[in-house]
């Protein structure tokens, strides 16, 4: 997975691996380089093993117990946790979610009392769940059923939703939309959720769904490395059943690998 994203030097930058360690280093600790430069891999930076990667990240301004944590698995697993857990992480890491060998971590998010959340497969199925209804686990316990999987589905991403940011979702072939959380009802965990996305040939699978302000910048990457940038306005909001509209032009073998957004008050502070 590839993240880039705007934010403070003075911020912590939580990471997770596929294999369900957390790391943590402050924003000034990672090499400050120009668009073009290759940069320096993480795992120079990070004690990871041969097979692990970083698959999800989120920013804090501090470790308190009032920041909650929901992790979410490629198998539909969900965890919350206190973010207080991992402030001994650092960079030698921690264990904070226990895995079943068939299943890798994908995405985690801060969530706030009173939340929803929302978890997103790569063959279009979305199931929206109260947070409140979530219990708190320990940093090794291994989670509960989130969302039931058909054959050949994963989660893809997982997304704390808030008032004034709706859902973008982008496509393995550049097909993308946002909708407004209002589409979706509030389930119990557990249940296979509602479609938001039509997949087929034209659209491929999901990428990445993640939340996104209508003053934002949406930064999405090839599987080459290539970085576009498009404004969050400029693509539509739609209903759960339209397959969306041209958002990159990618041909076969490249495909989009993931996005990242670009708060606008990050944009802001930048002026």
């Known amino acids: 997975m590839f993240n880039r994203v705007t934010i403070a030097t003075k911020d912590y930058v939580i990471l997770c691996t596929n294999k369900g360690k957390a790391f943590w280093m402050k924003v000034h ?13 993480i795992k120079f930076i990070l004690n990871l093993t041969p097979d692990e990667n970083v698959t999800s990240y989120v920013t804090v301004k501090n470790f308190g117990d009032d920041h909650t944590l929901m992790m979410i698995t490629k198998r539909g697993t969900i965890k919350k946790m206190l973010l207080s857990v991992l402030e001994n992480a650092k960079k ?31 063959n279009g199925l979305a199931l929206r769940v109260s947070e409140e209804k979530i219990r708190k686990q320990g940093r090794v316990a291994s989670g509960v059923k989130g969302i039931t999987l058909n054959s050949g589905d994963e989660c893809v991403s997982g997304n704390a939703l808030r008032k004034g940011r709706s859902l973008i979702v982008i496509t393995e072939n550049g097909i ?19 479609i938001y996305m039509k997949i087929d040939n034209k659209t491929g699978f999901v990428a990445r769904v993640k939340t996104v302000g209508n003053d934002d910048d949406i930064m999405i990457v090839t599987t080459e490395d290539m970085m576009i940038k498009v404004q969050s306005k400029d693509i539509p909001e739609l209903g759960r059943n339209a397959k969306g509209v041209k958002v990159v032009n990618v041909k076969s073998p490249v495909k989009v690998s993931d996005l990242a957004i670009v708060d606008s008050s990050d944009k802001e502070k930048d002026k």
């Open 92 to 122: 030698r890491g921690v264990l904070a979610l226990k895995l079943d060998n068939d299943d890798d971590l994908v995405g985690i998010d801060v969530v706030e009392k009173g939340d929803d959340y929302i978890m997103t497969t790569r």
């Open 29 to 41: 600790e990672i090499p400050m380089m120009n668009k073009t430069s290759q940069g320096k891999s």
């Open 176 to 194: 993308g939309k946002r909708l407004s959380a209002k589409q979706f009802n509030v389930k119990g965990r557990g249940g296979k959720g509602q």
